[in-house]
């Protein structure tokens, strides 16, 4: 099928008159390896999706599908058909968001009795956080490990845009990113928003075209 992308973020990219980007920096980045990638694609955003976390129940012990009834199947054989998957998620308080969470505890269903469903699969981890320790590319790639997925063919970290640029009061608001970074504002121009560093999008190009590489390979042999 080609190759999955995957954002976990709940925002959609949004540019204003300017071009400047609002939000949706994990979308942004995921479509932007899977566009450079020169493969076919899809891509899915978990916004929306009825994603329950794992319950615990232990019901998929006997043959590794999940008994829960939401979105989670039809995004879990997507992976399976995928020659690869560009996950993207976003750091909510130090952690990976809710949704990507879940998203990834529920592939706890797929590795029973060496059943290892995504094992070897290629993958690229993409995070909208750049800053200190990174606790969610570490949980991502302790859940790609523990499937036994392939090591990442690369690992992509952007600064994200705080909400607080766009909730209307972030000019003012003292308990936000922007009166952080900027001080109290009358009004939050274009030079007060977080960019995507121009050496982001080359080390995003470089990655897509060696996942394109690497596919083509997979697709060869």
Same mark, same amino acid.
């Given at each position: 099928?080609?190759?999955? +992308?995957?954002?976990?973020?709940?925002?959609?990219?949004?540019?204003?008159? %300017?071009?400047?980007?609002?939000?949706?920096?994990?979308?942004?980045?995921?479509?932007?390896?899977?566009?450079?990638? +020169?493969?076919?694609?899809?891509?899915?955003?978990?916004?929306?999706?009825?994603?329950?976390?794992?319950? +615990?129940?232990?019901?998929?012990?006997?043959?590794?599908?999940?008994?829960?009834?939401?979105?989670?199947?039809?995004?879990?054989?997507?992976?399976? %058909?995928?020659?690869?998957?560009?996950?993207?998620?976003?750091?909510?308080?130090?952690?990976?968001?809710?949704?990507?969470?879940?998203?990834?505890?529920?592939?706890?269903?797929?590795?029973?009795?060496?059943?290892?469903?995504?094992?070897?699969?290629?993958?690229?981890?993409?995070?909208?956080?750049?800053?200190?320790?990174?606790?969610?590319?570490?949980?991502?790639?302790?859940?790609?490990?523990?499937?036994?997925?392939?090591?990442?063919?690369?690992?992509?970290?952007?600064?994200?845009?705080?909400?607080?640029?766009?909730?209307?009061?972030?000019?003012?608001?003292?308990?936000?990113?922007?009166?952080?970074?900027?001080?109290?504002?009358?009004?939050?121009?274009?030079?007060?928003?977080?960019?995507?560093?121009?050496?982001?999008?080359?080390?995003?190009?470089?990655?897509?075209?060696?996942?394109? %590489?690497?596919?083509?390979?997979?697709?060869?042999?």
């Amino acid at each position: 099928m080609g190759i999955l +992308g995957i954002s976990a973020s709940g925002r959609n990219v949004e540019r204003n008159e %300017e071009g400047f980007l609002l939000k949706g920096v994990t979308e942004e980045l995921v479509k932007y390896i899977l566009k450079n990638s +020169g493969e076919q694609f899809e891509y899915v955003s978990l916004k929306g999706k009825n994603i329950m976390g794992c319950q +615990g129940c232990l019901k998929c012990a006997g043959d590794n599908i999940c008994v829960q009834n939401d979105d989670w199947a039809e995004l879990r054989d997507k992976m399976f %058909e995928a020659d690869a998957v560009v996950f993207g998620a976003p750091n909510y308080y130090g952690a990976i968001n809710a949704v990507g969470h879940a998203f990834l505890e529920r592939t706890f269903s797929l590795r029973h009795r060496n059943g290892f469903a995504l094992f070897g699969k290629a993958n690229v981890i993409v995070i909208a956080d750049a800053d200190g320790p990174n606790h969610v590319e570490d949980y991502i790639q302790d859940i790609f490990r523990s499937n036994y997925m392939a090591p990442p063919i690369g690992i992509l970290r952007s600064e994200g845009v705080a909400q607080c640029y766009t909730c209307g009061y972030g000019e003012k608001c003292t308990s936000g990113a922007v009166v952080d970074s900027h001080g109290l504002l009358d009004e939050i121009k274009n030079e007060h928003l977080p960019i995507i560093d121009p050496d982001t999008y080359k080390r995003a190009e470089i990655i897509a075209i060696r996942l394109g %590489e690497i596919v083509r390979k997979m697709n060869k042999s």
